[in-house]
Each structure stands twice: as C-alpha cells, then as structure tokens.
C-alpha cells in the first residue's frame, strides 16, 4: 500500500476514534461527577465544554510533547477558524441564530481579547511557559465567574440543565470509570494517529505541518463543535449552537494552548511567522466580526452564515491553491482582497444603518 495512502487511513482512523473518545469521555466524567455529587451546573459550565474540545487538547498536547509546535498552534488556531465561519455559519444557513444580548456585552468581547493577546504572546516567535500559565489562570477565573453568574439565574439554569438519572452504586460507579478511561484511551490513540498521519502526509507532499494542522487536523478536531452545534440548530436550541462555538473558541486559547505551554517547559513553544503574521490575525478579524453581526437586530441570518461559509472556501482555497496551481495565486489573492473588502464593507454599512435606526427610535 502507498505511504500516503496509509497515512490517510491513518488521519481518517485518527479522527473518528477521536469523536468517538470524546464521546465516552463525556459520558463517563459526567457520569462519574453525579455519582460524587458534584452539582449539574458545574458538570455543563466545566465537564461538558472540556469533552467537545477534549480531540484538540490531546492532538495539540501529544504534538507539543513530540515536538511538532506547528502542529499544536495550528490546529488551535485552525480549529478556531472553523469554529467561527463553518460551525457558526453552517448553523446559521440551518436557522437564523437569535443571539442573547449577554454574548454582545461579555463573551465576544472577552473572546476578542483572549485571542489579542494570544496573538500579542505569539509576536516574540516563542509562547513560553508563563505565558501558558496565565492563560490557564484566566480559564480558572472565567469558569468561576460563569458558574457564579450562572447560579444568580436558576430559573434559567433548571430549563438548561439536562435530566439524568443515575443510580449511585458500586455498577453505575465501574461503568463511568470503565467510560472515562476508555474514552481517554481512544482520544490518546486517536491523537496519536492523526498526528503521525498528518506529520507523514505533509513529509511526503513537501508542505508544512502547519499548512495541515491548518486544513485537515482542525476540520478533524473540530468535529464534536460542528454536530453539536448543528444539532442544536436543527432543534430550536439556537443558544446552545453560538455558546458552543464561543465556548470551544475561549477553550482552545485558555486551557489548550495553556497547557501546551506549560508543558514545553523551559524551551517554550515556537510560533511560525506564516501563524504571525497571516493565520492569528485571520482568527482576530473573525472574531471582531462578529461585533456587528450579533449585535445588529440580535440575529446571525442565513445570509451572514453564507458569508462566513464562503469566506472559509477562500480561505481554505488560499492554503491549497499555491500548492497546486501556483501560476493562479496571484489572480486568486486579488480575488481574495476583493470578496474580503466586500465583506467588510457590507458588514460596515448594515451596523451603521443598524445603529441610525436605533438612534432615530431614541429621539422619537
């Protein structure tokens, strides 16, 4: 069998044992935390936004022990790309996205600055363990807060809490402990996989590890974001569709990229200058773009959810085109420039008229 043929047998084997071990993963820790009595509120704010994001933690953790930094930043980045314009925008052509006022005066904002200074720590070529330290500090404060804040609105939290019944013996306790494990198992295996499968392919085809920890290991990590998302968008359950993608996002920089950090220890991790200066910047902007499209009329419409979908083409079409038909990439970015400036133009008038009108309702 062909080496790259194996190697994608390898990254294909990788992701689905990793959705799959995230699966179990969830399972067996909310399981395991009702049976110690830990509260459901704490289980949905802490256990169940960690299971989602538990494919990129063990593909960035494992890449960073091994080694591959390009492969541990760019997927974190790659995934919170996707996160942005294929999760939120694929939901929102499913049903157009109410969006809660809170996510306009706190979440995106708060995500807007986490990923500034991400990008901040990044501009030194080298995120080192300090770094990752605070990040992991901010994760702790934040999931405080969250709970906290959460606990000030019961009613709400009941309606959002889920109904599970476990019986509290000795076979309910085997059986989370039985799901834990495995579902670690197959998240550590699965890592391990899509990293040697991605590490070979981008040996073998001449490109960088970053390029595919960009592309494929992001699509593939986040998968858990875009079913559930999806789902929920399917469902009615418009709240939990955006919170999932924000939530995965801030998950990503603070406890991913933190505990990549510390764990590199004293030689820190090595950021690319393709990260520095073209793909965190690109994880910025999207995320600054979504200011106006949640605030204007409080509604992600499915015609910003085509935007966002399409722009993810160009950008993927970027990645891809100068490795197979480089005489079109100077046509291509001027495309590129285009569709871009487009948008933003589009984006600048809507939130404009958006905010004459609201001005010209205050003065009547």
Known sequence: MPSILLSFLELIAGI????????????GSVALALILGIPQLVIGLTIVSLGTSAPELFVSVNSSLNGSDSLALSNI????????????????????????????????PLLLAVSTAVWGMAAS????????????VALIINTTWEIRTAREEPQKTQEAEPEINIEKDSTSLLNAGVKLLGGIFLLTLGSRLLIEG?????????????????????????????????VAAIRGQTDLAIGNVIGSCLLNQLLVLGSCSVLSGGSGLVVESLLITKDIPIMVITTLAC???????????RGEGGVL???????????????????????????????ISLSITIIIYKTIAYWLRLRKRSNN
């Open 291 to 301: 200011m106006p499209i949640f605030w204007t009329k409080g509604i992600i419409s």
């Open 198 to 230: 991605a590490s070979t392919i981008a040996g073998l085809l001449g490109i960088s590890e970053a390029i595919i920890g960009l592309t494929i290991v992001s699509l593939g990590t986040s998968l858990p974001e875009l079913i559930t998302s999806l």
């Open 77 to 108: 980045v790659g995934s919170n790309i996707f996160n942005v314009m294929v999760v939120l925008g694929g939901s929102a052509l499913l049903r157009p996205l109410r969006v809660e006022s809170r996510l306009v005066r706190r979440d995106i």
């Open 309 to 339: 979908l399409g722009l993810y083409m160009l950008y993927i079409a970027d990645k891809i085109i100068p490795l197979t038909l480089p005489t079109l990439h100077t046509a291509f970015k001027e495309l590129v420039f285009i569709a």
């Open 125 to 136: 070529e080298l995120i080192t363990w300090q770094f990752g330290v605070a990040l992991i």
């Open 16 to 27: 689905l044992l990793l959705f799959s071990g995230g699966e179990f993963f969830i399972q």
